[in-house]
């Protein structure tokens, strides 16, 4: 079935949360895009009003224009630079760079990503408080490790001076790991960590054409590097 221009897609999931490179990526293309903020992490009340849309009670969540659902961050922003070539926001299978690009937007995924099941909520595996705080100790510090891993990795596809993490254009990792980045243990660790992709994460937050979108939806408000 062929797209309608006019029809918008809809987006679950609360600025800031995983949505967010979502709702950034289609900012670039240009989709029409309706919102529905929905944070699983405040509750059961919002895990329920999740689960009305996707059975894992998970946001983000898209609906496209023909009623297709779509889940899982990363897989819905490949779908979108596959289906939106004309914005040259993702190599494509013929290129070179698409199998690395296909692994770091896995990585980010499943090895950063999938964490915050786990910090969320903690009592999904332990009532206990003093284990709680054990978890959100240990899975920050995971989190920070993964990204000086993927620094390490990521570095040596292409020239050192490159802009992007890429290569010479943005990319829809970019924005994946400029919106992740944000989040625990916050961009100051972060560039700690991660001195090689910082440079490109910087360059996603001062992109011209998502000024609006991150006032809006991800403000960057006093203090946003270490809160």
């Known amino acids: 079935m062929a797209q309608d221009a006019s ?20 900012t670039l293309i240009g989709l029409p895009v309706r919102t529905v903020d929905i944070a699983p992490w405040e509750g059961e009340a919002e895990r329920e009003r999740a ?25 819905i922003l490949v779908w979108l630079g596959d289906r939106h070539p004309e914005a040259g926001l993702a ?12 692994r770091w937007m896995s990585y980010v995924a499943t090895q950063i990503y999938a964490l915050f099941w786990v910090r969320d909520a903690p009592g999904r595996l ?3 408080a003093a284990a709680q705080a054990v978890l959100l100790e240990r899975s920050a510090e995971r989190i920070a490790e993964c990204w000086r891993l993927m620094d390490a ?11 992007w ?13 400029a919106v992740a980045s944000r989040w625990t243990p916050k961009r100051r660790r972060f560039y700690a960590e991660a001195p090689f992709m910082a440079g490109a ?4 937050d001062a992109l011209p054409a998502l000024a609006a979108f991150w006032a809006e939806r991800f403000p960057f408000s006093p203090g946003w590097e270490d809160d």
């Open 91 to 102: 190599p494509l299978p013929a290129d070179p760079l698409r199998g690395q690009y296909l």
């Open 165 to 177: 993490l890429l290569g010479e254009r943005p990319s829809l990792l970019d924005l994946y790991v």
């Open 51 to 75: 689960g009305q849309v996707n059975p894992a009670r998970q946001v983000p969540a898209l609906v496209t224009p023909e009623g297709e659902l779509l889940t899982e961050s990363a897989a």
């Open 7 to 26: 029809t918008p897609y809809t987006l679950y999931g609360a600025p800031g949360s995983g949505a967010t490179p979502i709702h950034a990526a289609m």
């Open 126 to 128: 332990t009532a206990d």
């Open 153 to 163: 990795g990521i570095r040596p596809l292409g020239s050192p001076e490159r802009p």
């Open 201 to 204: 994460v910087r360059r996603v």
